[in-house]
């Protein structure tokens, strides 16, 4: 059964940085690709960043320059490192990952960024 536990959402202010890990079980990181998304009050649902199994990244363009998307194969755990953080970035962030053809969603980590 493949879980998530994510962490280190919280309040931030506007310029600061947060840092979101997803560690996971019955599935391995270093053989599936690994995505964030989020989820904006009243929008739908993006994807943020995700890293290959090879550790090929991708953005969304409002993070780019900002956001690093990273994993750590012998934890087995993948990181998005947050800065330069604005309010628009304010939502809940997911980690998702695809195994077998199943997709597979951890329960999520509010983000929020205000004065």
């Known amino acids: 059964q493949v879980q998530f536990v994510e962490s280190g959402g919280g309040l931030v202010q506007p310029g600061g940085s947060l840092r979101l890990s997803c560690a996971a079980s019955?599935?391995?990181?270093?053989?599936?690709?690994a995505d964030w998304y989020r989820q904006a009050p009243g929008k739908q649902r993006e994807l943020v960043a995700g890293?290959?199994?090879?550790?090929?990244?991708n953005y969304l363009d409002s993070v780019k320059g900002r956001f690093t998307i990273s994993r750590d194969n012998a934890k087995n755990t993948v990181y998005l490192q947050m800065n330069s953080l604005k309010p628009e970035d304010t939502a809940v962030y997911y980690c998702h990952a695809r195994k077998s053809g199943s997709d597979y969603w951890g329960k999520g980590t509010q983000v929020t960024v205000s004065t």
């Open positions: 890293i290959t199994s090879r550790g090929s990244t």
């Open positions: 019955g599935i391995i990181f270093s053989i599936n690709a």
